[in-house]
């Protein structure tokens, strides 16, 4: 069955994801497209459209991480501060 068609952000995400759990699973060595294009449903030459490697993939799980990681760090901080501020009251 054939994956709807969807902006490349969200496919560019959605693959990063597979992969990501792809790798939970069978490790870094195990990591294969054919492997994310199946979890998708797309074919392998799809996931080429978005990303140029290998690599790349493992570039936007690291950047995905990175972000994720700083927007929870953000949110610690605002919630830490808001507890201070009404403590102090």
Not at 1 to 8: H, I, S, V
Not at 43 to 60: L, N
């Amino acid at each position: 069955m054939r994956a709807p068609q969807k902006n490349t952000d969200i496919r560019r995400n959605q693959l990063a994801q597979t992969a990501l759990k792809r790798i939970a699973v069978n490790g870094l060595e195990g990591l294969r497209i054919a492997d994310i294009a199946a979890d998708v449903g797309l074919v392998p030459s799809a996931v080429y459209r978005h990303f140029s490697s290998k690599e790349d993939i493992i570039t936007a799980i690291i950047e995905y991480a990175h972000s994720t990681l700083c927007h929870n760090v953000a949110r610690a901080r605002e919630e830490h501060d808001a507890r201070w501020v009404n403590w102090g009251s």
